[in-house]
């Protein structure tokens, strides 16, 4: 059972930073390359995005599980749990803040297009915030890859 559970430790991991970077910074980028329809494209790479947001959150509440179990009440004292959880926190806060937010601001722009309406810059002050939360995250991401293996010992 403690293969197994380290196993899917490490799978969540891969998972989640793996999704992350795939996605943002290989998928998003092609779909506006490749697709004549920016709006389109910003439609199916949010709903990647909020895919991938899912995934994170599932997998950071197995880490936590995992690493709190294996460390009991010392895991405070591990600095990959913490990582797992200021991760966590950032998707929270794009997942439930930042993108219905930004949703919102498209729906309120209806008919136009959001670039193209007086909500223009505020959708672009949220779109640079959620891409600096997205580069942070990521960057963190590569840091517990790195980690992973303290969350073993």
């Not at 939360?133 to 517990?144: D, E």
């Amino acid at each position: 059972m403690r293969r197994l559970s380290e196993a899917l430790y490490l799978l969540a991991i891969t998972l989640w930073v793996g999704g992350m970077w795939a996605i943002g910074y290989l998928a998003a980028p092609v779909l506006f390359a490749s697709l004549g329809d920016r709006q389109l494209a910003g439609m199916v790479a949010g709903k990647l995005f909020a895919l991938i947001g899912w995934v994170g959150l599932g997998s950071a509440a197995w880490l936590v599980i995992f690493l709190g179990a294996r460390w009991g009440g010392q895991v405070v004292k591990r600095a990959v749990f913490w990582l797992v959880v200021l991760m966590a926190l950032m998707t929270a806060a794009s997942q439930f803040g930042i993108q219905p937010l930004m949703a919102q601001l498209k729906l309120d722009a209806m008919p136009r297009e959001v670039m193209e309406s007086v909500l223009r810059d505020r959708f672009a002050a949220w779109h640079g915030i959620s891409s600096i939360l997205y580069l942070v995250q990521s960057l963190l991401g590569l840091w517990l890859v790195i980690w992973s293996g303290r969350g073993l010992k």
